[in-house]
């Protein structure tokens, strides 16, 4: 069953989703549609323009029969309403009409997904994808400051925005080793949840990017976040996904099967920090994988680290030779 967010949290969108339906002004009214973007099962959405004279761009998604997925709606706004992060689309508006069609307004990111950037340009580069996992993990990081899970991170759900290059955000982190023009959005937030500290369940995500937690039912935390995002990794650096599937068996022979890739020609040329920061992520057990912080602490991140590893591997390798 869906978990919903505390009920205080549930009540209070409700009443305001339902208090949106008394609004002066209509959506129709206030936004002039374009194209559709998106779909799902419960959703479109689309680009639109504001019928003002700013005529800020905007994207709607648009829940149609409302209340027939009413906890899944009100989950989502009362989590985008907690949300202030560069690397987390922004909530903006709301609308209702009398016939219980709810539609949200959202900044608009005029980019591509992961999902398609790396099908259409193949595996990216060593120095973008460590930009690009870098904010995706900064915003994960925010995402569980907040007690927030997002469970349904992926390519599909990252944004690669090269039209709005937030120098704030990328330009100033000394742990980035190059300085991105981009900035990477997380978006659609229908299946997070709030983790209260005692445990999460349900089986929500993405075939391919699911933590052995999650498929094995068992209960489970921000951690698969963390799992989603070493994968995200091994993604845009081979351009192939490393899952397809579900199975827990397979997913618990993870190491191995990390250990058989990692030895092929194809990643010969990737520096063991990745190999490393992939494997730390992709630990079967929640317990022993890497946090979003740390994984930021992570020596792929830092310079320094990198040096001091590069040094004792070279002495160990003259030790060796003597």
Known sequence: ????????????????????????????????????????????????????????????????????????????????????????????????????????????????????????????????????????????QYLHDCHIVHRDLKPENLIYDNHRYNSKLNGHDPKVLDEPHFTIKIIDFAYSTIDDGNGITGVYGSKGYMAPEVVEEKIYNKAIDCWTIGLITYFILSGQRLFNTNDYETLCNTPAILDSIFNETTWSLISPDIKDFIRQLLMVDPKERLTCQAALNHAWFNPKLQNYNALNNDNNSAHLDL
């Open 1 to 140: 069953m869906y978990r919903q967010i505390p009920l205080r949290y549930s009540n209070q969108v409700m009443n305001s989703i339902k208090a949106q339906r008394n609004r002066s002004s209509t959506v129709s009214e206030s936004y002039i549609f374009e194209n559709k973007i998106g779909s799902g099962s419960h959703s479109n959405v689309y680009k639109a323009i504001g019928n003002n004279q700013s005529q800020d761009q905007v994207a709607v998604k648009h829940y149609f029969n409302t209340w027939s997925c009413e906890s899944l709606i009100a989950n989502e706004i009362a989590i985008l309403k907690r949300l202030d992060h560069p690397n987390c689309a922004k909530f903006l508006d709301l609308f209702v009409t009398f016939n219980n069609d709810c539609y949200l307004i959202l900044e608009y990111i005029d980019g591509i997904d992961l999902f398609d950037k790396v099908k259409d340009e193949g595996n990216l580069s060593e120095s973008i994808s460590q930009a690009i996992i870098h904010q995706i993990l900064s915003g994960a």
